[in-house]
Antibody, heavy 119, light 110 residues
Framework: EVKLVESGGGLVQPGGSLKLSCAPS????????MQWVRQTPGKGLVWVSR????????RYADSVKGRFIISRDNAQNTLYLQMNSLRVDDTAVYYC????????????WGQGTLVTVSS | QSVLTQPPSVSGPPGQRVRISCSGS????????VYWYQQLPGAAPKLLIFRNFQRPSGVSDRFSASKSGTSASLAISGLRYDDEADYYCATWDDSLSGVVFGGGTKVTVL
């Protein structure tokens, strides 16, 4: 069974940093591209970032470009999202998601981790 | 403002068929597969339809989808109370080099 478990969310002040992790299981992590998608409470889904299988190719939404860094450690079976210069409007539930075989849309989602940016 | 346009809500009585539209443009729906996700209250999204019209195993055949040009649609037949959820369309956008979602449609069973 495919499972994705996010961690690392919490309360952070504007301008602060936070690093999210995603622990996958039930599939060969190194064979799949991965993504982060966020959802402001009560609002819709917004794509954040994407990383390919080897970690050498990444993509970001304009709203986070230059502030967020997606990375992965295939040996440790973990996906990361380093979030810097956080803003109030970054407050959201962040979902880790696996891309479908041929990509680039996702087929499995984690349960999400809540990031709250507030003073 | 979402790149893909969906109606905010649709509703119908149990047993009825409802349809959710998703409108885009040439660099997104016009050039790429459309996916649909169901998000039940308090839960993470779940894949409902992939590559325009295909259903993952375990998804009821009451859900069907199609795509034509720069638009797509999701139909739910035999509406049930447990279909009450938010539904999102999504695709890749070649101009933005990223995934774009519709704003979501809340389905209410009357």
């Amino acid at each position: 069974e495919v499972k994705l478990v996010e961690s690392g969310g919490g309360l952070v002040q504007p301008g602060g940093s936070l690093k999210l992790s995603c622990a996958p299981s039930g599939f060969s992590f190194s064979s799949y591209s991965m993504q982060w998608v966020r959802q402001t409470p009560g609002k819709g889904l917004v794509w954040v970032s994407r990383i390919n299988t080897g970690g050498g190719t990444t993509r970001y939404a304009d709203s986070v470009k230059g502030r967020f860094i997606i990375s992965r450690d295939n040996a440790q079976n973990t996906l990361y999202l380093q979030m810097n210069s956080l803003r109030v409007d970054d407050t959201a539930v962040y979902y880790c998601a696996r891309e479908e075989d041929s990509g680039p849309l996702v087929d499995y989602w984690g349960q999400g981790t809540l990031v709250t940016v507030s003073s | 403002q979402s790149v893909l346009t969906q109606p905010p809500s649709v509703s119908g009585p149990p047993g009825q068929r409802v349809r959710i539209s998703c409108s885009g443009s040439s660099p997104n729906i016009g050039s790429n597969y459309v996916y649909w996700y169901q998000q039940l209250p308090g839960a993470a999204p779940k894949l409902l339809i992939f590559r325009n019209f295909q259903r993952p195993s375990g998804v009821s055949d009451r859900f069907s989808a199609s795509k034509s040009g720069t638009s797509a649609s999701l139909a739910i037949s035999g509406l049930r109370y447990d279909d009450e959820a938010d539904y999102y369309c999504a695709t890749w956008d070649d101009s933005l080099s990223g995934v774009v979602f519709g704003g979501g449609t809340k389905v209410t069973v009357l």
